[in-house]
């Protein structure tokens, strides 16, 4: 006899049967309908998009409700002895599935007989679905008289909302319900309609009830235990005794194991009727998906910096760069700290300008190269203010040009100890007290000239490099603390630190600037104060180009 034509009660070697369907959005709300599964992945659209598969998901119990249609769960005094089943993927509304069914072992009619079967989807290569299930002989017990309802289940049921932390062992739930033969029938022919097959058992025959009932576990773990944050991954049971049609019969699970490394969760399944019969008892295996996260609400958002109150020291403040960064902070209430060396009356400048206007500054002059003067610097600091909460090591020496070969170690090393040894001291005397506070913010201001070097520049180059690698270095090694290390990048800055490029130069160079201008003290202060706020609480080891949108791009 050959594969796919009707068959008797028993099964040839070789013999196989298929079936094909199109799970649209008809035959997954109808299955919500029969089965009383109503759980948000299969039936929201918004729902759905919170979860990792960002679309509505269909039933998995969808396509092996295909196999009530097949010849071996339609023989008159043969009945589902165990069944069992493992979902890959999830069958999406819209892919076109493809159920196989084969012969496994027995083949003598009134005989135990063992099938497997698989599921694939128009969306994937590799099996959705796959299983066995044992048929063999029965006694089906008579019709019960109960009421049949609009679905298989006896109440309607609410979708829980359990999370992981909420579940323990010994836990359960249950659903009552009643296979009523309509709901068999009207389910049936549907999928008949929607549907094709290799070939088709005699209306006459009954769908199996404990196909039916199995369908039922996706319903419990869906709605109840755990509900609405669950997969359905396995499952495997054993029908000790047949089901009868309008019976009053309750789906039980019992939380039996859980495992807190992958949120994994096995639950005893059993089926009782009202005598509490254990008519039916397996396993089932389910992971638990972590809830959506939400936006932040507004109340939840502010527009407040952070910064009010906190201590800010930068090194070389008296102008430029420096300067502008100094009253930015002190514009969001910060208590400035202007490190100078040689222009104190610039300094004190600054702090006048930014105390006329209510805010707190002081001026302490220090040469960074010196680590006595450093520290002398952070206690005078402290004893005004209170602990560094914000180091800006932005102090230079100057941009003077001198070709390589001209270059003398001394020339080098002087740039290495304002930019590099400076930074290094000023950060040994910072972050004792950020570690202590379990927090700090540490900016170190570079430059374009690492990534696109100006000629005749190596000796700034150097220095500007090594302040790169300090910075990546520290937020790496800090990062425990709470202590973010990040550096800002400017490209060509109007400060008098530039004024030795002639200015035909800088005119040229700023034709290639897709926005037009060189970059401003202010445009890299804004850059500085924002890397030191609350805005960037997750920012660290980071360069903030700043550069107009000129090269490099990262």
């Not at 729902?47 to 990792?52: F, L």
């Not at 359990?162 to 009643?178: C, N, Q, R, Y």
């Not at 302490?364 to 450093?374: C, L």
């Not at 506070?437 to 190596?458: C, F, L, M, Y």
Request: hydrophobic residues 40%; proline residues 7%.
């Amino acid at each position: 006899m050959k594969a796919d034509q009707p068959l008797p009660p028993h099964f040839p070697e070789g013999w196989s049967w298929q079936a094909t369907l199109d799970v649209n959005a008809d035959i997954v709300d109808a299955f919500s309908r029969f089965s009383g599964d109503t759980n948000s992945l299969h039936r929201d659209s918004a729902a759905a998009r919170s979860y990792a598969y960002r679309q509505r998901v269909a039933h998995g119990m969808i396509p092996v409700s295909l196999l009530s249609l097949s010849a071996p769960l339609n023989i008159k005094d043969m009945t589902l002895k165990k069944i069992s089943g493992r979902f890959n993927h999830p069958v999406f509304v819209g892919d076109t599935v493809k159920l196989e069914l084969a012969l496994i072992s027995g083949s003598d009619a009134g005989q135990a007989q063992t099938f497997s079967y698989s599921v694939r989807t128009s969306s994937l290569r590799e099996a959705a679905t796959y299983g066995e299930f044992t048929i063999g002989p029965a006694v089906v017990p008579s019709e019960g008289k109960e009421a049949p309802g609009p679905s298989l289940l006896s109440s309607p049921q609410t979708e829980n909302t359990l999370e992981f932390v909420a579940i323990a062992k010994g836990m359960s739930a249950e659903i009552p319900f009643i296979i009523a033969p309509i709901l068999l029938s009207e389910w049936g022919t549907l999928l008949k309609k929607q549907g094709s097959f290799s070939a088709l058992p005699p209306d006459s025959h009954s769908p199996s009830l404990e196909l039916t009932a199995t369908l039922l576990v996706s319903t419990l773990i869906g709605m109840r235990l755990p509900g609405k944050q669950a997969t359905f991954l396995d499952f495997n049971f054993n029908f000790e005794t047949p089901l009868a049609p309008l019976t009053a019969y309750a789906l039980r699970g019992t939380i039996d194991f859980c495992s807190p490394g992958n949120q994994i969760i096995i639950e005893n399944i059993g089926i009782y009727d009202k005598n509490t019969a254990h008519l039916m008892q397996g396993k089932a295996t389910v992971k638990m998906n972590e809830p959506s996260i939400p936006a932040p609400a507004m109340k939840d958002l502010s527009t407040d910096l952070g910064l009010k109150g906190r201590t800010v020291l930068i090194t070389g403040a008296s102008r430029g760069i420096g300067a502008t960064t100094a009253r930015l902070f002190a514009c969001h209430g910060a208590r400035v700290i202007v490190n100078y060396f040689n222009s104190q009356a610039e300094a004190e400048a600054v702090v006048r300008d930014i105390t006329s206007s209510g805010a707190q500054a002081i001026a302490v002059k220090a040469d960074v190269r010196d680590p006595a003067q450093i520290k002398a610097m952070f206690e005078q600091g402290r004893r005004a203010f209170g602990e560094i909460d914000i180091l800006v090591n932005n102090a230079v020496g100057d941009f003077i040009p001198v070709p390589f070969q001209a270059l003398t170690w001394g020339r080098v090393q002087e740039d290495i100890d304002i930019i590099v040894k400076g930074a290094f001291h000023c950060c040994q005397e910072a972050i004792p007290s950020m570690i202590k506070n379990k927090q700090g913010r540490i900016i170190n201001v570079v430059s374009i000239a690492t990534e696109t070097p100006p000629p005749n520049q190596s000796k700034y180059v150097l220095a500007k490099s090594a302040l790169a690698g300090l910075t990546r270095a520290l937020a790496v090694e800090l990062a425990g603390h709470n202590i973010l290390v990040n550096m800002v990048m400017p490209g060509m800055v109007e400060t008098d630190l530039t004024r030795t490029i002639p200015q035909a130069v800088r005119d040229k160079m700023k034709n290639y600037i897709p926005l037009g201008r060189h970059t401003s003290t202010t445009d890299v202060a804004k850059a500085i104060v924002t890397l030191a706020s609350s805005l960037t609480p997750f920012t660290t080891g980071q360069k903030t180009l700043i550069t107009g949108g000129l090269p490099p791009y990262i």
